[in-house]
Nanobody
Framework: QAQLVESGGGLVQAGGSLRLSCAASGRTFSRYYMGWFRQAPGKERECVAAISWSGSSTYYADSVKGRFTISRDDAKNTVYLQMNSLKPEDTAVYYC???????????????????WGQGTQVTVSS
């Protein structure tokens, strides 16, 4: 059974950094695009970053562009989200997801992802 497990969340002060990891097991996701989503209380789940199966194409939400970096290491079946210059508004539960859609390098739509992790909490204090 395919499984995604996030780690690396925690409490950090504004301006600090965190690196989230998403370890995949049960199958290979080398042909899947991968995404990082976040959901804050009372808000919809939003895609903050996505990466194509080859790693050559990426997407970033405007709110994180220049601060977050998504990467993947298919040899380790792991996707990362490096988060720098964190702000209190980055506080949310962060989810890793894997998806596949013919003709798409990546997607920012939750319904176009087939597998989800359980989430990891990121809290940024001011």
């Amino acid at each position: 059974q395919a499984q995604l497990v996030e780690s690396g969340g925690g409490l950090v002060q504004a301006g600090g950094s965190l690196r989230l990891s998403c370890a995949a097991s049960g199958r290979t996701f080398s042909r899947y695009y991968m995404g990082w989503f976040r959901q804050a209380p009372g808000k919809e789940r939003e895609c903050v970053a996505a990466i194509s199966w080859s790693g050559s194409s990426t997407y970033y939400a405007d709110s994180v562009k220049g601060r977050f970096t998504i990467s993947r290491d298919d040899a380790k079946n792991t996707v990362y989200l490096q988060m720098n210059s964190l702000k209190p508004e980055d506080t949310a539960v962060y989810y890793c997801a894997a998806g596949y859609k013919s003709g798409s390098d990546w997607s920012r739509e939750p319904h176009e992802y087939r597998h989800w992790g359980q989430g990891t909490q990121v809290t940024v204090s001011s």
